[in-house]
C-alpha cells in the first residue's frame, strides 16, 4: 500500500459525458501527478501539482482539466468523453518535485 | 526532451534462473533513473532509484540496477527470479521540469 488513494476504482460511462476522478497524496506529499495508461499509448504524463499550483504539463487534452484544492487532495476531470480515453489513469504523489513518486491504484475507466 | 527504450517487449525465463531488463534513455543532463513493478491489476511499485553516486543500485525485492553513463542505460538485474517476480516492468527517467517519462514497459514471465 503506497499510501496514495483513487476514487473510484472502476468507473464506466458513455460517449460525451464527464467524469470526476479523485485522488489523495500521501501525507505531508506536497506534490501530485496524474498519468494515463492505455494499451497503444502506453504510460503517459498528465499534468503535475505542487501545493495548489499547477507546475508542469504532459500530453493533457484540452477536454481534461485537473486541480489540486488547499487539503491537497486532486481531481482529474475528463470531458466530452471518446472511446478512445478509455484507460487506466493513475494518481502519484511525493514529497517534492523531483523526489520519489509513489503511486495510486489507479481508476480504470470505459467509455461505451 | 527526455525519452526512454526498453528493448525487450516480452522476456520469458524459468525460476531460479538470472535476469537481466534493458531500459536506454536519452536525456542531456544527469537524469534521475527508475525502474517500477506492476502486477496485473495493480498500480505501480517503486523498485529502485538512481539519483546520483554510487552507480550500482541496490532495490526491493532483491533487484539491483546499474547506471552506466557512457552507453545511456540502465538495466535491472536479479539473480534468481522467483514466480512471485512476473509483472511488467518499467523505467523511467525524470528529467526538464520533473517531467517522468515512462519507457513501453517489458512483460516478464516466469516458467516453473
Known amino acids: 500500500d503506497s499510501g496514495v488513494t483513487q476514487t473510484p476504482k472502476h468507473l464506466i460511462t458513455a460517449t460525451g459525458q464527464r467524469v470526476t476522478l479523485r485522488c489523495s497524496p500521501r501525507?505531508?506529499?506536497?506534490?501530485v501527478y496524474w498519468y494515463q495508461q492505455s494499451l497503444d499509448q502506453g504510460l503517459q504524463f498528465l499534468i503535475q501539482?505542487?501545493?495548489?499550483?499547477?507546475?508542469a504539463k504532459g500530453n493533457i487534452l484540452e477536454r481534461f482539466s485537473a486541480q489540486q484544492f488547499p487539503d491537497l487532495h486532486s481531481e482529474l476531470n475528463l470531458s466530452s468523453l471518446e472511446l478512445g480515453d478509455s484507460a487506466l489513469y493513475f494518481c502519484?504523489?511525493?514529497?517534492?518535485?523531483?523526489?520519489?513518486?509513489?503511486f495510486g491504484p489507479g481508476t480504470r475507466l470505459l467509455v461505451l | 526532451a527526455q525519452s526512454v527504450t526498453q528493448p525487450d517487449i516480452h522476456i520469458t525465463v524459468s525460476e531460479g534462473a538470472s535476469l537481466e531488463l534493458r531500459c536506454n534513455y536519452s536525456y542531456g543532463a544527469t537524469p534521475y533513473l527508475f525502474w517500477y513493478v506492476q502486477s496485473p491489476g495493480q498500480g505501480l511499485q517503486l523498485l529502485l532509484k538512481y539519483f546520483s553516486g554510487d552507480t550500482l543500485v541496490q532495490g526491493i525485492k532483491g533487484f539491483e540496477a546499474e547506471f552506466k553513463r557512457s552507453q545511456s542505460s540502465f538495466n535491472l538485474r536479479k539473480p534468481s527470479v522467483h514466480w512471485s517476480d512476473a509483472a511488467e516492468y518499467f523505467c523511467?527517467?525524470?528529467?526538464?521540469?520533473?517531467?517522468?517519462?515512462f519507457g513501453p514497459g517489458t512483460r516478464l514471465s516466469v516458467l516453473p
Open positions: 501525507s505531508g506529499d506536497l506534490s
Open positions: 501539482y505542487y501545493n495548489g499550483e499547477e507546475r
Open positions: 523511467a527517467v525524470e528529467g526538464d521540469g520533473q517531467n517522468f517519462v
Open positions: 502519484a504523489s511525493s514529497v517534492d518535485p523531483g523526489e520519489t513518486q509513489y
